[in-house]
């Protein structure tokens, strides 16, 4: 038995864009715009919503998304009287609106709510409508139920999460990623191809989450380093969009691994973009999971699933599970993804990123438990 939670409406396609003044007037004629640091990137949007006689607030937000912007963004909601929350951006943005949207029907302080180092309370009231419109291929976040915010304090990134926080319409355009530099195109791409391989070898896949996985891994193998090369390039552009569209269903209806596991710590305790260390940790993960399923499990399904990735990555008939690490590595250093020494971690920080990232919910979702020792090692090759 399994469940699939989705947004109630997906629009996807080149110029979708042009769709969302009709779609947002369905909710009301007051939005809080949620953008990145740079609102004029949003213009096309705001001056979209406008023609409809929907009055716009903006809320920049810079950098990763953490609690305090979470508390800033629900007040200024209120304040401005908003209907609606509409998010346009990358992850961080479309998280940042998602977490706004639930906390303005949902009362208190995000801490009541928030997993792990929070109460852990559910969300009772579905989220204000709220509408996500990525500008770039990686989280998926358009379509999960949950936001990952940082927590400063605790130097964690940990999640808000509730099947009533889903869109209410993502609007999916892929022609607003044609501008995203080549860094963001391959840290979140990476972050994309991580989303449809880790759900795939989960302990919680399902039919339904696997015929999305093996469509994006394929989608991605073919067209990521396509998209990083030639920005322009519509139909990688659009391969890669619906990778991460379908790594977000994926993730929310199946569960992550050990990729995740780590990243959520990772982005609490140093000040890395969410993409850039998954793309780095995704090709030792994969190297240590196979590892740990031959000596441990052997007769596991996720090995077998192993052998497929790398199958549908390579594009040999005859590729073992292994080539599946190698083929991404190979990619990492094409894409020019930096090893995590950059970020600031020393081996001194291992015991305390294990001891977080054993219990951090993506972890709970990898195929294998991975020991102390094999998380130590994974860090080592990333670093």
């Known amino acids: 038995m399994f469940e699939f939670a989705a947004p109630a409406r997906i629009i996807f396609g080149a110029g979708a864009l042009q769709n969302i003044g009709s779609v947002a007037a369905r909710f009301g004629t007051r939005a809080l715009v949620v953008t990145g640091s740079s609102p004029v990137r949003a213009q096309s949007l705001i001056s979209l919503l406008t023609e409809h006689k929907i009055a716009v607030t903006v809320f920049s937000v810079s950098g990763e998304p953490s609690v305090e912007l979470a508390r800033q963004g629900t007040q200024l909601g209120r304040d401005s009287a908003a209907e609606m929350i509409i998010a346009m951006g990358g992850g961080s943005v479309l998280d940042t609106g998602k977490a706004i949207a639930a906390l303005l029907t949902n009362p208190g302080d995000p801490l009541d709510y928030l ?11 579905q989220s204000a409508p709220f509408i996500a419109i ?3 291929a990686g989280t998926g976040s358009e379509v999960t139920s949950n936001a990952v915010l940082a927590s400063e304090s605790h130097r964690v990134k940990v999640s808000l999460r509730s099947p009533l926080m889903l869109a209410r319409v993502a609007v999916i355009d892929p022609t607003l990623t044609h501008s995203s530099p080549p860094a963001v195109t391959a840290q979140s791409g990476l972050d994309a191809l991580t989303q449809v391989i880790e759900p795939f070898v989960s302990n919680k896949a399902n039919p339904m989450t696997d015929a999305l996985c093996r469509d994006g891994i394929q989608r991605a193998a073919r067209s990521l380093r396509l998209a990083y090369e030639q920005p322009d390039h519509a139909a990688a552009r659009e391969d890669m969009a619906l990778t991460s569209l379908y790594g977000g269903f994926a993730l929310s209806n199946a569960k992550l691994g050990a990729v995740h596991g780590f990243a959520g710590p990772f982005g609490g305790m140093f000040d890395a973009p969410h993409g850039a260390i998954c793309a780095r940790l995704l090709p030792f993960v994969i190297e240590a999971n196979i590892r740990a399923l ?28 292994e080539d599946a690490a190698i083929w991404a590595d190979d990619l990492s250093t094409a894409l020019d993804i930096a090893p995590l020494g950059r970020y600031g971690i020393t081996p001194d920080d291992y015991p305390t990123l294990i001891e977080k990232a054993a219990v951090a919910s993506s972890m709970q979702g990898n195929p294998i438990k991975l020991t102390s020792d094999e998380m130590r090692h ?5 670093q």
């Open 134 to 136: 990525p500008t770039t």
């Open 378 to 382: 994974i860090l080592i090759a990333a």
């Open 115 to 125: 997993e792990v180092i929070g109460r852990g309370q559910p969300i009772t009231q």
């Open 294 to 321: 031959r000596e441990r499990a052997p007769e596991s399904d996720a090995l077998r699933r192993y052998g497929e990735i790398a199958r549908m990555l390579t594009g040999h008939a005859d590729a073992r599970a």
